[in-house]
């Protein structure tokens, strides 16, 4: 089919409350709406939202690299696998991806993560982002197995009482920290060593920069080091492989810069014996949408709980959140399987959830 329609729509949703983290305050998350329609009348939409201080491109520039597309996309007949060859910045090569698979999901009545990998998982257990012992004890409640805590913004003995009044209050929850690259070599070591007494289940980048070195000897330990920021491309995979640097990977295909490129550092991860999280980087709803279908896609066996569970974060959103029920969200469709918030029918929420 060919593409009769492309358009950018610009947005800016607040967060409930600010997110700290060891690179900076997050107040709201601003990106660009692609919207693709074909002859037949069927759209699809993807979500181009860099995040400041991680991605390596702003929005300005990832925007220019969209409105240059734009004018070549009207009239052309294109399939997703057709993506690499417009050389867009991660963002923008990731809305553009998911815009097409929505199309082309929604005309033959399948999901995204099915069109990835027809056996795709119908659905992917998550994790929740939480800022106090408080807020993991009533994610427990509500069926979540996994809790992730941002840390390395305060002192390191303020994060390890941190964590200790959580393991107090929930000690069955299994607990995922992150550092943000926010420490120094003595200070991982000593952060390490008092989580390993305390039943962290990973902590991810836990050191300032990029010491292959560095991680191996922490790994020693012994509490299971995932890589984000350093694992952005085949080659950071390969690296860290090489290295043995870490015990498994945190995979956010809108920094990565698409659905098939996630899918194949999973798929080269779990093949040696890494352990596999995809995550948003705090998207809205078509963002999140598109890297549930990613998660769902992924080698089952090697998938830890995602970080996919991050609309409550939002103080609106562009549709429906996506609905957790006993710790796990459905990859729906079909396409991205998107609900429009005007029409959508009531669903139960979890505290801090946006409202429809």
């Not at 106090?132 to 390395?152: D, F, H, I």
């Not at 550092?179 to 990973?202: D, I, K, M, P, Y």
């Not at 769902?296 to 970080?307: E, F, I, S």
Request: charge should be negative.
């Amino acid at each position: 089919m060919k593409i009769v329609e492309a358009s950018l729509t610009p947005y800016a949703l607040p967060l409930r409350r600010p997110l700290a983290t060891a690179a900076g305050l997050i107040n709201r998350r601003e990106g660009l709406v692609l919207r693709l329609v074909t002859e037949d009348g069927v759209e699809g939409l993807g979500e181009c939202a860099p995040l400041p201080g991680f991605s390596v491109l702003d929005l300005p520039g990832h925007r220019l690299a969209l409105e240059r597309l734009l004018p070549q996309l009207r009239g052309l007949e294109l399939h997703p696998d057709d993506v690499p060859a417009f050389d867009l910045p991660p963002a923008a090569a990731f809305a553009f991806e998911c815009a097409l698979y929505d199309n082309e999901g929604r005309r033959r009545g399948v999901t995204v993560a099915r069109l990835l990998r027809p056996d795709a998982a119908a659905g992917v257990a998550c994790s929740r982002l939480v800022r106090t012992a408080e807020e993991a004890v009533a994610a427990q409640a509500e069926g979540v197995a996994m809790v992730k805590l941002k840390v390395a913004v305060e002192s390191v003995s303020r994060d390890l009482a941190r964590v200790a009044a959580l393991r107090a209050l929930a000690p069955g929850l299994r607990l995922r920290l992150d550092a943000n690259r926010g420490w120094s070599f003595s200070e991982a070591q000593e952060a390490l060593t008092g989580l390993a007494a305390l039943g962290v289940e990973s902590v991810e980048e836990p050191l300032i920069g990029s010491d292959l070195g560095g991680l191996r000897a922490l790994r020693a330990l012994g509490v299971p080091l995932l890589a984000d920021e350093s694992a952005r491309d085949e080659d950071d995979v390969a690296r860290l492989i090489d290295a043995e640097a870490v015990d498994g990977v945190v995979l956010k295909p809108m920094f990565i810069g698409g659905l098939e490129r996630s899918l194949a550092l999973a798929e080269r991860a779990a093949a040696a014996g890494l352990s596999v999280v995809v995550t948003t980087a705090l998207d809205a709803a078509i963002g999140r949408a598109g890297a549930l279908h990613v998660a769902a896609a992924c080698p089952q066996a090697a998938l830890w709980p995602c970080g996919l569970d991050t609309g409550g974060l939002l103080e609106r959103d562009l549709f429906v959140s996506d609905r957790v029920v006993g710790g796990m969200i459905s990859a729906r469709g079909p396409g991205l399987g998107l609900l429009p918030l005007a029409t959508a029918c009531p669903t139960p929420r979890h505290a801090g959830s946006p409202t429809p």
